[in-house]
């Protein structure tokens, strides 16, 4: 075990919407609050924001709700704000609490973070489905595109493709174009986001929805729903993908295709939540509305594993709203356990709760409006890489099941999908619906790649060594 | 193209800039910057090759967690360029 410098009452995990309204809850109450993000800066995926050096003085006009995250960073009262922290491993401390093992910097030192309850809001990266040259450089995944953008003022491409599935496709597609690139379509594999019923029953959405589709008229980026980009293609770098026309499965219908210049594809089906750490932890994972695998929690956002809690997309996928209300929650939660009374004593409970499973009921209708439909597989040819780290083509995942895998775990060992780098981060869930299975959760004993020199360092460090 | 920026967009007036060197090639930088950042808005979308195929790689996830934007800084190995910030001086070497 590790000794560690600072024991505080909470210590939250990720600096998106999140665990910004958590550790400023648990804070403001009188809670000593580490607040830890693997970024530069805080607001998560979606807050990220740009370096100081570049004195934006209108940074809201990449963020949709942009007020909310300036409360949220102006609320943290007292959290210790640990940035360039990346978690790697969480494990209970010797006479209870936790020890957060850390690598700090951009260019990575070991530390430590001791607390007695934690909270997990780590969020979700895009969800990829594997298609023919979608390993080419210029193929991003739209969140990437995003991050980019915001985070650095880099434009992605000058001509740019956006496509996949979900309403995210909006925001980066008219962000892209407010910034000067040229985005040439919007290909949504599903139905086009529409003003669906269940939106009414959230006038904000409907407002933000009516709101993209005004700027995508303004830029003339022509929506296209039933589309899928099926491949992309160029020599050592993208130069132009082909869009089929898709059924309801998304198999594409013959004779459909277009194809379509462009230097940049942003592609994304949806959001897969990181659970690295709440699976480390040992807290029960079930699934959100369309079957992937969310760490559960009970109303208080409390997970199955005593003194650690979870909220965001984490959860399950819900977006930034939901997410701030779910910390918001769980830091009264760790407040109220800490000080042994009940949570649902809140004077606010009951008014969050209310607003909470509004919100988690948009949600999960949108989640169930987007799902990945089975027709992707026909987009792979035998070379098609399944797995981009072990360059694993489609052909030796078919081997592996003739050969009788009939599993992902069977396919990984046979055919080494998911073995690499990003330990199945970006293939696994294809590999897993290859195999016929629903995604499962992650098993990863370490979050982060650690160097073995840093965890040899870790039972010889002295005090100054953070310095 | 309509003149339109990320800098006009959010009202930007960056700091004076430093540079970097990719295998030897100067690329500019605005300070917070990342390496990946600044090597992709320098047009240069390709910094490793795969060890079966020699396949070129870049930034693909953007957030740290595909790893495909491995990078050489100063010698250092395997950093994720998409997440390491550039520093006046630094070496990029790419493969």
Same mark, same amino acid.
């Given at each position: 075990?590790?000794?560690?410098?600072?024991?505080?009452?909470l210590a939250?995990?990720?600096?998106?919407?999140a665990?910004?309204?958590a550790? =400023?809850?648990?804070?403001?109450?009188g809670?000593?609050?580490a607040?830890?993000?693997?970024?530069?800066?805080v607001?998560?995926?979606?807050f990220r924001?740009?370096?100081?050096?570049?004195?934006?003085?209108r %940074?809201?006009?990449?963020?949709?709700?942009?007020?909310?995250?300036?409360?949220?960073?102006d609320?943290l009262?007292?959290?210790?704000?640990?940035?360039?922290?990346?978690?790697?491993?969480?494990?209970?401390?010797?006479?209870?609490g936790?020890?957060?093992?850390?690598l $700090?910097?951009?260019?990575?030192?070991?530390?430590?973070?001791?607390?007695?309850r934690?909270?997990?809001?780590?969020?979700?990266?895009?969800?990829?489905?594997?298609? *023919?040259?979608?390993?080419?450089?210029?193929?991003?995944?739209?969140? =990437?595109?995003?991050?980019?953008? $915001?985070g650095?003022l880099?434009?992605?491409?000058?001509?740019?493709?956006?496509?996949?599935?979900g309403?995210?496709?909006?925001?980066?597609a008219?962000?892209?174009?407010?910034?000067?690139?040229?985005?040439?379509?919007?290909?949504?594999?599903?139905?086009?986001?529409?003003l669906?019923?269940?939106?009414?029953?959230?006038?904000?959405?409907?407002?933000?929805a009516?709101?993209?589709?005004?700027l995508?008229?303004?830029?003339?980026?022509p929506? $296209?729903?039933?589309?899928?980009v099926?491949?992309?293609?160029?020599?050592?770098?993208?130069?132009?993908?082909t869009?089929?026309?898709?059924d309801?499965?998304?198999? %594409?219908y013959?004779?459909?295709?277009e194809?379509?210049?462009?230097?940049?594809?942003?592609?994304?089906?949806?959001?897969?939540?990181?659970?690295?750490?709440?699976?480390?932890?040992g807290?029960?994972?079930?699934?959100?509305?369309?079957?992937?695998p969310?760490?559960?929690?009970?109303r208080?956002?409390?997970?199955?594993?005593?003194?650690?809690?979870?909220?965001?997309e984490t959860?399950?996928?819900?977006g930034?709203?939901?997410?701030?209300?779910?910390g918001?929650?769980?830091g009264r939660?760790?407040v109220?356990?800490?000080?042994?009374?009940?949570?649902?004593?809140?004077?606010a409970?009951?008014?969050?709760?209310a607003?909470?499973?509004?919100?988690?009921a948009?949600?999960?209708?949108l989640?169930?409006?987007? %799902?990945?439909?089975?027709?992707?597989t026909?987009?792979l040819?035998?070379?098609t890489l399944?797995?981009?780290?072990?360059?694993?083509?489609?052909?030796?995942?078919?081997?592996?099941?003739?050969?009788?895998?009939?599993?992902?775990?069977?396919? $990984?060992l046979?055919?080494?999908p998911?073995?690499?780098w990003?330990?199945?981060?970006?293939?696994?869930?294809?590999?897993a619906?290859?195999?016929?299975?629903?995604? =499962?959760?992650?098993r990863?004993?370490?979050?982060? *790649?650690v160097?073995? =020199?840093?965890?040899?360092?870790?039972?010889?460090?002295?005090?100054?060594?953070?310095? | 193209?309509?003149?339109?920026?990320?800098?006009?967009l959010?009202?930007?007036?960056?700091?004076?800039?430093?540079? +970097?060197?990719?295998?030897?090639?100067?690329?500019?930088?605005?300070?917070?910057?990342t390496?990946?950042?600044?090597?992709?808005?320098?047009? +240069?979308?390709?910094w490793?090759?795969?060890?079966?195929?020699?396949?070129?790689r870049?930034?693909?996830?953007? +957030?740290?967690?595909c790893?495909?934007?491995?990078?050489?800084?100063?010698?250092?190995?395997?950093?994720?360029?998409?997440?390491?910030?550039?520093?006046?001086?630094?070496?990029?070497?790419?493969?």
């Amino acid at each position: 075990m590790t000794r560690s410098e600072v024991a505080y009452d909470l210590a939250v995990v990720g600096a998106g919407p999140a665990g910004l309204a958590a550790a =400023g809850v648990a804070a403001r109450a009188g809670l000593r609050v580490a607040l830890l993000d693997a970024g530069a800066r805080v607001g998560g995926q979606y807050f990220r924001q740009p370096p100081d050096g570049f004195h934006a003085t209108r %940074p809201g006009a990449l963020h949709h709700g942009y007020a909310r995250f300036v409360r949220l960073r102006d609320g943290l009262g007292d959290t210790d704000v640990l940035l360039g922290h990346r978690v790697w491993a969480i494990e209970p401390a010797v006479g209870g609490g936790f020890a957060v093992h850390c690598l $700090k910097g951009g260019r990575e030192r070991a530390a430590t973070v001791a607390a007695t309850r934690l909270l997990i809001a780590t969020g979700a990266h895009d969800r990829v489905l594997p298609f *023919p040259g979608w390993d080419l450089p210029g193929v991003m995944t739209a969140g =990437g595109a995003q991050a980019l953008l $915001k985070g650095n003022l880099v434009v992605a491409g000058r001509r740019v493709v956006v496509a996949g599935t979900g309403p995210f496709l909006l925001p980066v597609a008219t962000s892209l174009a407010a910034a000067g690139a040229r985005v040439v379509g919007v290909f949504e594999a599903g139905g086009r986001f529409t003003l669906a019923p269940r939106a009414l029953t959230r006038p904000g959405k409907a407002a933000e929805a009516l709101g993209y589709g005004r700027l995508l008229a303004r830029h003339r980026v022509p929506y $296209k729903g039933g589309r899928a980009v099926v491949a992309a293609h160029g020599d050592g770098e993208l130069t132009h993908v082909t869009v089929a026309r898709v059924d309801a499965e998304w198999r %594409p219908y013959q004779g459909g295709h277009e194809t379509i210049r462009c230097d940049t594809l942003a592609v994304g089906y949806g959001f897969t939540p990181q659970l690295d750490l709440v699976a480390q932890l040992g807290c029960e994972i079930g699934a959100d509305a369309a079957g992937v695998p969310a760490a559960r929690v009970d109303r208080h956002m409390r997970t199955s594993a005593p003194g650690v809690y979870a909220a965001g997309e984490t959860t399950g996928v819900g977006g930034a709203d939901l997410a701030a209300l779910e910390g918001e929650i769980a830091g009264r939660a760790v407040v109220a356990d800490a000080r042994g009374v009940p949570a649902a004593a809140h004077p606010a409970a009951v008014r969050t709760e209310a607003r909470r499973r509004r919100l988690a009921a948009f949600a999960d209708a949108l989640l169930r409006s987007y %799902p990945v439909r089975d027709g992707w597989t026909s987009w792979l040819r035998d070379d098609t890489l399944i797995c981009r780290c072990e360059e694993v083509p489609y052909g030796r995942v078919k081997e592996a099941r003739d050969l009788g895998a009939a599993d992902a775990r069977s396919i $990984k060992l046979l055919a080494r999908p998911g073995m690499g780098w990003c330990q199945g981060r970006i293939c696994g869930e294809a590999v897993a619906r290859l195999a016929g299975e629903a995604p =499962g959760p992650p098993r990863r004993p370490i979050a982060q *790649p650690v160097r073995l =020199g840093d965890l040899a360092a870790m039972n010889e460090r002295t005090s100054d060594d953070d310095a | 193209m309509t003149g339109a920026s990320p800098y006009r967009l959010v009202g930007a007036r960056p700091e004076p800039g430093f540079e +970097i060197r990719v295998d030897g090639r100067p690329v500019p930088v605005v300070p917070g910057q990342t390496v990946g950042a600044a090597l992709h808005a320098a047009g +240069i979308r390709t910094w490793r090759t795969t060890r079966f195929d020699g396949r070129r790689r870049g930034l693909f996830c953007g +957030i740290g967690v595909c790893f495909d934007c491995l990078v050489t800084v100063n010698g250092e190995e395997n950093l994720r360029a998409c997440l390491t910030e550039a520093r006046p001086g630094d070496e990029v070497t790419t493969s």
